[in-house]
């Protein structure tokens, strides 16, 4: 039997992606603890953003550490796929365990700390999985299942947020407005035993590891390979860097906008259903990109194409109608969905035209967000970046790789690494909502964590002309061929 025909092992791979949503699911938790610690431990809005950074560091750490170690030994042939698998997940259980001592330490350097370690074992899991869950099956069918797992990753990050604000701040009329350290440790104990027995159940399943023969080709890379030779990966390169940073920096600092007097004086115990709506908003444009895995006809295609999204917004409405959100103001937020649904059709399976048209549509959705009248309206245009982000990430993969052969591999790794702008740029728009405290008087008639909201718009710039010019480049090595596959980090 051809690998071509080689059936989708689905027992396999429905354990896997037990591993996509904790990813999902921890990176929203982490917009629940930004406020929680900017309050606690009275931090600047850029000092509050070390949350985001260490989380996101760590993943560029692990994977040169884990690059530096793989030159020497193949990590994934010597102990194989599962047992690096679980010995990621339990690294990241000891960084949950670790919000224990630091919560009795009352030390925000130790909770980065945690964190930090907590993302080192997503690092491991990341490098692990994405490749496994391809393996897993037909190689024809591979960005199919790593579409299915990214909405699994989606759907963590939309209930991570709600289920979160429940452990830390309650529900209905038992639900606090204050928060002690304290309050902590019992959720991240919970995830850290979670870690634990997925862990557990990953080094016992029956998840094969693939032939060692498909990796012998790594001997055979060019040996004097250099990103420089391919300007498709070096902008590409800083496509991811931007596109991860633009993600992260449009919801970590948006507790900080709708704390301000002009959006409405939010709380953080407020803040959860708007998180979710966020990261809800990348679960909606990556369950639509997905149903492009199933073979329909073109009618059936076009229906799911609006059924798959409102399924999905009705996911985020009832996680927050069951957490007793009021979200009466979120029943406007089908007009941007049905927008988003016309730029995917325009955009096609086209990863150049695809990526610059929902980087235009993210570009315009900031400026509004900035220039809008109304606040009420003005949130719902940041938020909608999640949308215009969604199907991002596997067109700039599309772009980057195309055209490098065997060296395909190496310059992945790199694109992995990028990871890191989801540490910097937040860092940067934090640092200018920090001159309300200098500058009450704000930029423009806004405040400046309103116009910090620049920082976002700017993103969306580079996403759009990646995704323009990186086929002219391409174009010009005799590579046309770019299809995209919906998916996710």
Request: charged letters at 10%.
């Amino acid at each position: 039997m051809s690998s071509e025909n080689v059936q989708t092992k689905w027992g396999q791979f429905v354990s896997l992606i037990i591993v996509f949503f904790f990813w999902g699911f921890v990176g929203s938790a982490n917009d629940i603890l930004i406020p929680v610690f900017k309050k606690v431990f009275t931090l600047s809005q850029v000092q509050s953003q070390l949350v985001a950074w260490a989380f996101y560091a760590a993943y560029f750490v692990g994977s040169i550490i884990f690059f530096l170690v793989s030159l020497k030994s193949d990590v994934l042939q010597k102990f194989g796929y599962k047992k690096t698998l679980s010995a990621g997940l339990i690294l990241s259980a000891v960084g949950s365990f670790l919000f224990v001592p630091a919560a009795t330490m009352e030390s925000f350097p130790f909770f980065l700390t945690a964190l930090f370690t907590v993302g080192l074992g997503f690092s491991i899991q990341q490098i692990v999985a994405n490749p496994l869950a391809i393996k897993m099956g037909s190689p024809a069918t591979g960005a199919h299942r790593l579409t299915l797992a990214g909405g699994v990753n989606s759907f963590g990050t939309t209930i991570g947020a709600i289920l979160l604000g429940i452990a830390l701040f309650g529900m209905g009329d038992t639900k606090k407005t204050s928060l002690s350290l304290e309050d902590i440790k019992l959720p991240f104990i919970i995830l850290g035993l979670a870690f634990i027995l997925v862990a557990v159940f990953m080094y016992f399943s029956k998840i094969e590891d693939p032939a060692k023969i498909e990796e012998a080709a790594i001997e055979n890379l060019d040996s004097k390979f250099s990103i420089f030779n391919y300007p498709q990966l070096y902008l590409g390169m800083l496509a991811i860097f931007i596109y991860v940073g633009t993600e992260v920096t449009i919801i970590s600092n948006l507790p900080a906008l709708l704390k301000t007097s002009e959006f409405g004086s939010i709380l953080e115990d407020a803040i959860s259903p708007f998180i979710a709506l966020y990261w809800g908003s990348l679960m909606i444009g990556r369950w639509n990109g997905g149903v492009n895995v199933f073979n329909t006809s073109n009618l059936v295609n076009t229906a799911l194409k609006f059924i798959v999204p409102a399924l999905a917004f009705g996911v985020i409405i009832g996680a927050n109608v069951f957490a007793a959100h009021d979200v009466s103001s979120f029943y406007i937020y089908p007009i941007w969905i049905l927008l988003f649904i016309a730029v995917s059709f325009i955009g096609g399976k086209n990863a150049g035209k695809t990526l610059m048209l929902f980087g235009i549509s993210g570009l315009l959705m900031m400026v509004l967000g900035l220039v809008w009248p109304n606040p009420e309206i003005a949130k719902f245009f940041f938020i909608s970046g999640g949308l215009f982000l969604s199907i991002m990430w596997p067109s700039i993969f599309d772009l980057a790789i195309a055209g490098l052969g065997k060296n395909t591999g190496k310059a992945s790794s790199f694109l992995i690494m990028m990871i890191l702008g989801g540490g910097v740029i937040p860092l940067i728009q934090g640092s200018i909502c920090d001159f309300d405290t200098t500058s009450p008087n704000g930029i423009f008639g806004i405040s400046w964590t309103h116009f910090s909201y620049i920082v976002p718009l700017l993103g969306f710039v580079y996403l759009a002309f990646y995704g323009f010019y990186c086929p002219k480049i391409l174009k010009k090595q005799g590579v046309s061929h770019i299809i995209s596959e919906s998916g996710g980090h």
